[in-house]
């Protein structure tokens, strides 16, 4: 099942793995701001080779240092119909998940005014709807910040198709609000809802819609003039907005401009001048020219480590995820909607900030290659490893990424994406790498930077925590093997009844041997619902492997496929019915024989119940 998510996770780890191996000494010192010229040379051969290789039809990027802007060029188009090449200083790209940098930003803007507390319970400023106690400790907005609020994930129905369909935000938050699932502050998970979350309590305590705030409060002030929060772009931008594309069969599939209904998590459509302006604010502790967006010790607090599952591994920073890239602590973010992809990146140690952004979907692969190439060049330097940490032995099993759904349809991607860590001979295998010891309850890849912690949750919950995502061990009944086994079972069992069936009448029929009425319709009632099963099986094992949308719903095609395990339901329980009241009129064979498949039946239906497929979980 296609799902649509934010980058950061996989990019994240592609980064880990393409920058230098790590090693144990000093962090790299300040470093000089680089020369307009070098920049440009390198931007022009690396754009020209990640774009062409990976079949992206544009990009654009901004590098600021020293309080102003180093370098800024467009490369290849915006606009591929109409031939539009990209343009730094006007052509808009949909920055995505980045615009969670400016809800968080607008965050700390009230939590200087004093109408905020970033440790208070987010339900004291709400009123329209409450998130529930499922846990004694209550959700903070540095929760959500850190992406600690201990939410599922849910992707369905994100986005609309078009303005109208765009519900109020109060309204679209109480309605689709995710399960709690584990408790706030243990792990971290993250979450677009717990951003829209933080924009909405912004609106109610500023008493200004998210777009206007951010326009009046963070735009104006750093004169982004060529950007906007709002959807759709304004008439006089929209001209300039940058279209997204996917390739297919040899040619570029422009893609639609989908709305976002959690506009707090990622709205704001940007230029990369106007963006090394942001960039330039923050890396000048929230001055820009003669304009504050924040005070000096709120902007270094912003910027202050507020969460690490593990402190020798990178963690989050009042909403900027840290990543340590050539002894280099840098906060980022990144972005990834309908075929935008872009990363922001500042490194506060050399006081420098690099924007790039592409139009494909393609282009994040882009990006894995052209941003370590960038710190190696630029900003060359080793890693240290920090001490500290605790000693957590290895626990075998599959492990899931910590965002995931639990109340919906979406459980089941877990099961196909669950991963597998084993011990070996004292290193850890895990997500297709090898892990050696670095210290106590740490471990460091093998041939990449990328480190690996194992957290022990509060709840009692085993947990490997690595620079990019979290994963969470999974009980034995969530796991793939236990999980193929009973599909594969049913499966087998089910075949025997739907092949059975002609195969008995048949047999009957020449041995002149009557089957009683009763037995016969517990049989076909049992090879109906087998029947009903196997198809189910074969249709929703598609859906998994192909490019099934959820973004706008559920699709209609999918809805009417979860009508078979219901049906398969139904017959069931006549079956079991009929089969109890026949029971004493069939031979020894048929009755073991009809108990298998009606276990076969009953071993399906828990596999659709366990993974939200039995009903509507929308």
Not at 68 to 94: H, Q
Not at 572 to 579: H, L, Q, S
Request: proline share 6%; with cysteine; aromatic share 8%.
């Amino acid at each position: 099942m296609y799902v649509v998510r934010s980058m950061l996770a996989a990019v994240c780890a592609a980064l880990m793995i393409l920058v230098p191996p790590c090693v144990t000494s000093p962090a790299a010192a300040a470093t000089a701001v680089p020369d307009e010229h070098a920049l440009a040379d390198f931007f022009d051969a690396a754009m020209a080779d990640g774009l062409a290789a990976n079949h992206v039809p544009g990009a654009v990027v901004s590098v600021v240092g020293g309080g102003k802007t180093l370098f800024s060029k467009g490369y290849g188009l915006a606009d591929v119909e109409n031939r539009r090449p990209f343009d730094p200083d006007t052509s808009l790209v949909r920055i995505a998940s980045i615009t969670k940098l400016f809800t968080w930003t607008a965050v700390m803007q009230q939590v200087q005014q004093g109408r905020l507390d970033l440790k208070a319970d987010v339900n004291r400023y709400l009123t329209a709807f409450r998130i529930p106690a499922t846990y004694p400790r209550p959700i903070t907005l540095l929760d959500l910040m850190d992406h600690t609020a201990g939410f599922e994930d849910r992707t369905i129905g994100v986005g609309s198709r078009s303005k109208d369909d765009v519900p109020p935000l109060a309204d679209y938050l109480a309605e689709n609000m995710p399960a709690r699932v584990r408790p706030p502050g243990e792990v971290s998970a993250y979450s677009n809802y717990g951003a829209a979350l933080a924009g909405y309590i912004v609106s109610r305590v500023s008493g200004q819609p998210y777009d206007e705030y951010v326009r009046d409060h963070i735009l104006g002030p750093l004169t982004m003039r060529h950007s906007t929060p709002a959807e759709p772009v304004p008439a006089p931008l929209a001209a300039d907005l940058a279209r997204s594309y996917d390739y297919e069969g040899g040619a570029y599939r422009r893609k639609p401009f989908v709305f976002d209904n959690l506009a707090p998590d990622g709205s704001i459509s940007a230029t990369a001048n106007d963006m090394a302006h942001f960039m330039i604010a923050h890396l000048r502790d929230g001055r820009f020219g003669d304009q504050r967006i924040l005070d000096e010790a709120t902007a270094r607090e912003m910027h202050r480590r507020t969460f690490a599952a593990d402190p020798r591994i990178d963690g989050y920073a009042h909403g900027f995820k840290e990543q340590t890239l050539n002894g280099h602590r840098v906060i980022m973010h990144d972005g990834g909607w309908e075929g935008f992809q872009s990363g922001l990146l500042l490194v506060p140690d050399a006081d420098l900030g690099l924007f790039v952004s592409t139009n494909s979907m393609s282009g994040a692969d882009a990006l894995t290659t052209i941003i370590p190439a960038f710190f190696d060049r630029f900003l060359p330097g080793k890693r240290a490893v920090p001490g500290g940490g605790a000693s957590v032995m290895p626990v075998e099993g599959f492990y899931k990424l910590t965002r995931s759904a639990e109340s919906s349809i979406e459980k089941v991607v877990a099961l196909t994406s669950s991963t597998r860590l084993r011990v070996e001979g004292g290193k850890l295998t895990f997500r297709g790498s090898t892990w050696s010891p670095l210290g106590p309850g740490l471990y460091q890849q093998d041939g990449g930077t990328q480190r690996l912690a194992l957290v022990t949750g509060g709840s009692g919950a085993a947990y490997v925590a690595t620079d990019g995502p979290a994963y969470q061990r999974v009980p034995w009944w969530d796991t793939p093997p236990v999980n193929v086994v009973i599909v594969l079972l049913f499966a087998v069992t089910a075949l025997t009844a739907v092949l059975g069936l002609p195969v008995a009448a048949v047999v009957g029929r020449a041995r002149k041997r009557p089957v009683p009425r009763v037995w016969r319709a517990a049989r076909v009632l049992t090879g109906l619902a087998a029947a009903a099963g196997l198809v189910f099986v074969v249709l929703f094992a598609l859906v998994l492997t192909g490019d099934t949308s959820i973004l706008y719903g559920v699709p209609a095609d999918v809805q009417a496929l979860l009508v078979l395990p219901l049906l398969v339901f139904a017959l069931t329980v006549a079956a079991i019915a009929t089969t109890v009241r026949g029971w004493r009129r069939a031979g020894v064979l048929a009755r073991g024989h009809q108990v298998v498949v009606l276990a076969g039946l009953l071993a399906l239906l828990w596999f659709c119940w366990h993974w939200n497929l039995l009903g509507w979980h929308l």
